[in-house]
């Protein structure tokens, strides 16, 4: 039977130390093409935010493999993670077929490492690149002609944002050292495609204040040794983008046909295309290419299958969708398109596919709101359900603590806009004294990306203690089109922020939270949402900003070079439009904040550094608002060690515990700065 009790005093199993002791990060799959071993990247918070290189072994001796049968191939010291961009992304290349050689960024140095897989134990990795921290490297590609790898390179000789230069080279691998400049000129460079005959690199280019969605190129480069060759980019062949005005993402050749594909925004939506055809491939209302192409390098949304068939994902609903189709005719669309989802036994969200030689069987990361994201493999022949093969997470929840979401679909000031409601969950529990239960409102980073519904523990956490949560994805998210991804144009900190408290507005007008509990955070750019709209709106009674924005004009003026034009398209040009930054910066409206505001803060942060959130906690202090600091050593942007995204979680549940009068079960002590007892 179960207990009655206030919302937010429910005792939950899903404890910030249950979430991080048996969870991983686990992304980026690979099919090592000499072998057809399946490898993937492993972020562990108990080995403070280290990323591990592994490979699924399920006949690995018990004790050399994890719960996950997976045995690790990166050194026990090693960190896999590249800088480049400070987001990072693509920090891993394989060598080509017949050979053994994988290439890692390692994080304390940014060299390049060749580790040569299945070496024995204790044999160390080769650096291939200069020492000195100088140089970053990403988004690889093995060119078999060559015997090199095709890479971004980022430049930090001279470490202003301003003097980081970006460029395409080609790195040898026998350890000389040697790099040979293949690309210049531009501000930023992703996804150099070496072709299938060697000849030529495709790659996407673009110059501030673009960001990789607003405007880029796609260009190719002859490679080959002659007289004329020049790295100059603007030498080079303008496929795609010479409006000035379109995103074009993830060039790939088709392995067989030589055909170079690429995903662009010019129909309205990110649609496939094929360098020769004026519409997509594959013409639909639908955004591919992935959740939030752009923020980090490496990100692959589609391919081709050992017989020359594209396959792509894109979500509908809700739910991702699998497309296999067939794209023989070089003058037309795509034909014999074959659609798959959870009816032919794949989870509900799923991506990052790689096929296997044979082709029928697909490795991908997928997962649902009740199934923490896994490793699985999928017949494309037989259709039958998807085998999980490794999980994230070791632990296990009962159903009845798990909240489904729904999407929901607001009237906001441009229209609607849509997030995904979870109700408050947990079987032991229910609530006859309260009407409706206090709403927390999550507003995602980017701000050009978007939530999701696979199995997120982070909210898991409040609905199982009694909490609704509305994850909004407000004007300016991805997955709904150009028209929608723009909205944000010289109007963030405006339509975001109506957003996120007409999202709450309508869950209180439906019966579904309760108005004097309405409490928001987000993290990055979500912080700034959060700040913002406790700063200029009068919906919610108490916030949490994580590593959140508080000043524009700081970040438009310290920041890293991938953003340091950001805000140019989101908020106007800096210096010209300095009264706009400080009209819309929440540390400049401190006056017009009435409610408590709890901040989360890692002291080595370089893309919103920690004198923000110092500077807005000083100010809410000194103003008599309740506010708490913590700020987190050795953490960045966003917290990787286990023991900080345990205190963050916690530190939270106790704020909005001690503000509302929540009896918190457990809460930890938290010294909260003009808060009566």
Not at 211 to 228: K, S, Y
Not at 540 to 552: I, K, P, Q
Request: with cysteine; proline share 6%; hydrophobic share 30%.
């Amino acid at each position: 039977m179960a207990t009655d009790a206030p919302y937010g005093s429910w005792k939950s199993p899903i404890t910030s130390k249950a979430i991080t002791a048996g969870s991983v990060g686990i992304s980026s799959l690979f099919v090592e093409p000499s072998s057809n071993d399946l490898l993937w990247l492993e972020g562990r918070p108990q080995e403070k935010g280290r990323i591990v290189l592994c490979k699924y072994d399920p006949d690995a001796l018990e004790d050399k493999r994890s719960v996950r049968n997976a045995v690790d191939v990166s050194p026990e010291d090693s960190n896999v993670r590249t800088r480049v961009h400070e987001y990072g992304g693509g920090a891993v290349t394989l060598g080509g077929k017949g050979s053994k050689e994988i290439f890692y960024s390692e994080f304390t140095t940014q060299r390049l490492m060749k580790l040569l897989k299945d070496s024995p134990d204790g044999t160390e990795p080769t650096p291939i690149t200069p020492d000195g921290n100088r140089y970053r490297f990403a988004d690889g590609k093995w060119d078999a002609t060559t015997q090199q790898l095709i890479m971004v390179r980022e430049d930090h000789e001279k470490p202003a944002p301003k003097d980081v230069v970006n460029e395409v080279v080609a790195v040898s691998t026998d350890g000389s050292e040697n790099m040979r400049l293949l690309a210049t000129g531009n501000d930023f460079y992703a996804a150099p495609r070496p072709s299938p005959d060697g000849t030529k690199v495709a790659y996407i280019t673009w110059n501030h204040p673009n960001m990789p969605w607003d405007a880029t190129e796609l260009r190719i480069v002859q490679i080959t040794d002659t007289e004329d060759f020049t790295a100059q980019t603007e030498k080079h062949e303008l496929i795609a983008g010479e409006d000035g005005d379109t995103s074009i993402i993830q060039p790939l050749w088709h392995p067989q046909t030589s055909d170079l594909y690429y995903i662009s925004d010019e129909s309205g939506y990110w649609n496939i295309y094929r360098v020769g055809t004026s519409e997509p491939i594959l013409k639909m209302d639908y955004d591919f290419g992935g959740r939030a192409p752009g923020w980090q390098l490496g990100q692959q949304g589609y391919g081709f299958l050992p017989d020359g068939r594209l396959y792509a994902t894109y979500i509908k609903d809700g739910e991702t969708r699998l497309i296999v189709a067939s794209v023989a005719d070089k003058d037309g669309p795509a034909t014999d398109i074959k659609e798959y989802g959870t009816a032919e036994g794949l989870p509900m969200q799923f991506g990052s596919i790689v096929p296997t030689e044979s082709g029928d069987m697909l490795y991908f990361l997928g997962g649902s709101p009740s199934t923490p994201t896994s490793v699985y493999s999928w017949s494309l022949s037989q259709c039958g359900a998807a085998t999980q093969l490794a999980c994230s997470s070791s632990l296990s929840f009962s159903e009845d603590v798990i909240s489904i979401p729904r999407q929901v679909e607001f009237p906001t000031t441009l229209g609607t806009a849509f997030g995904y409601y979870y109700p408050p969950t947990n079987g032991a529990y229910e609530c006859t004294t309260e009407d409706a239960p206090p709403l927390l409102v999550k507003a995602h980073g980017g701000p050009t990306a978007c939530t999701g519904t696979s199995f997120n523990a982070g909210i898991q956490f409040w609905t199982s203690r009694g909490f609704a949560v509305l994850d909004v994805d407000y004007g300016g998210s991805t997955g709904y089109g150009k028209e929608y991804r723009r909205r944000l144009r010289g109007s963030w900190g405006i339509v975001d922020i109506d957003d996120v408290c007409n999202g709450a507005k309508y869950l209180v007008k439906e019966g579904l939270a309760n108005a004097e509990r309405l409490c928001i955070d987000g993290g990055s750019a979500g912080g700034f949402t959060t700040l913002g709209a406790l700063a200029f709106k009068d919906v919610f009674t108490a916030g949490t900003s994580l590593y959140g924005v508080g000043d524009l004009t700081a970040l438009a003026g310290d920041t890293h070079k991938f953003e340091s034009r950001y805000l140019d398209g989101l908020v106007g040009k800096f210096p010209e439009d300095e009264a706009i930054y400080k009209e819309r910066s929440p540390i400049e409206s401190v006056d017009k904040l009435s409610c408590p505001i709890l901040l989360l803060q890692g002291d080595e942060d370089k893309i919103v550094p920690p004198n923000q959130a110092e500077m807005m906690h000083g100010a809410l202090k000194e103003k008599g608002i309740p506010t708490c600091l913590r700020l987190y050593k050795g953490e960045q942007h966003g917290f990787r060690k286990a023991e900080n995204i345990e205190d963050a979680l916690d530190s939270e549940l106790a704020f909005y515990g001690q503000v509302y009068g929540i009896d918190v079960p457990d809460a930890v002590e938290l010294e909260i700065d003009n808060l009566s007892k």
